[in-house]
């Protein structure tokens, strides 16, 4: 995996502070991640691997620009936003002002590799012109790209090894996002699309989940801290996450639950209390749900 800081010419000489390092990840694919935060108006210009045929861009923070030489009009894309630019990519120009802060990651897809991968997207999407429009990104794509910048910046993996697992998000997420964008494009029913907004809130609810699971969280008292309505809640959650509000937070008490239970230094029904459990027939009870054995298996296994 080769990195290269293309940055370096606009912060050397001012116009910016921050980092856009492109990183070859593998044959056909290429990931460039930019924090910037510009101290002057300007344009920069990215030139283009010519293997280069899909460029999928994502809007963390601020707002992005940006035009082809071969192509005519701007395309912009803001927080929270997502654009997918199909072709054999020329050079890019990306605009920006005095003060504007962005941050962003775009993934370059190449024909050879990628080429059916795109050509089935296409024959399933709502219409080609749909490639150069915007659509807001959903929870589950955001905490994979927050898993992708953790895999990069992770000191401990084995150099040798971090190729394979970058490439192994990678692959992930773009299945996921092709797979929703397909779902954009032929939906005719079910659950509309979700807003930024609605977005932002529902990883905000999953996030006080993640911290408060053995508190004892309801669905309104959720809703009143996020600013959704319990029926946006309820359906967002499960479309965004794969689990109900409350399947989740049973999940990451088991979670935790055998984290305490594989030191082999606490009673069951101390590991039932410390993840938010009263009743532990209850606890048990969920244990075996999910891990198909008893805490208290486990715990002896652990004793042993």
């Known amino acids: 995996m080769n990195d290269t800081n293309a940055s370096a010419n606009f912060l050397s000489d001012g116009t910016a502070t921050g980092a856009m390092i492109i990183s070859n990840i593998a044959t056909d694919l290429t990931i460039c991640r930019s924090n910037l935060t510009f101290q002057k108006n300007g344009v920069i210009h990215e030139p283009r691997d010519p293997r280069l045929f899909v460029q999928i861009s994502f809007c963390l923070e601020g ?3 940006w035009s082809y030489s071969d192509s005519s009009g701007e395309q912009s894309i803001s927080r929270c936003e997502s654009g997918i630019q199909y072709g054999f990519l020329e050079d890019c120009f990306s605009s920006f002002y005095a003060g504007q802060h962005c941050e962003g990651l775009s993934i370059g897809l190449g024909r050879e590799r990628f080429g059916e991968m795109i050509s089935c997207f296409r024959s399933r999407h709502a219409s080609a012109a749909d490639f150069g429009k915007s659509t807001v990104i959903s929870p589950k794509v955001q ?7 953790g895999q990069l910046n992770e000191s401990s993996i084995c150099e040798s090894l ?20 397909i779902g954009m494009g032929s939906r005719s029913g079910g659950n509309p699309p979700l807003s930024r907004e609605d977005c932002e809130r529902l990883l905000l609810a999953k996030g006080i989940i993640d911290q408060k699971y053995a508190e004892q969280l309801t669905i309104s008292g959720l809703a009143r801290t996020v600013c959704l309505n319990e029926y946006k809640l ?4 499960k479309q965004s996450f794969g689990h109900t509000v409350y399947g989740y937070i049973v999940y990451k008490r088991m979670e935790a639950a055998v984290l305490l239970l594989d030191s082999g230094k606490r009673k069951v029904k101390d590991v039932a209390w410390l993840v938010g459990y009263c009743n532990v027939s209850h606890f048990i009870k969920a244990f075996k749900k999910q891990y198909g054995r008893t805490p208290g298996e486990i715990n002896r296994t652990m004793r042993d």
């Open 162 to 181: 971090r190729p394979i697992y970058t490439e192994g998000k990678i692959l992930e997420l773009l299945a996921v996002y092709f797979d929703e964008r």
């Open 234 to 237: 309820k359906t967002g959650f």
């Open 63 to 65: 707002g992005l620009s």
């Open 143 to 149: 905490l994979l790209i927050k898993q992708l910048y």
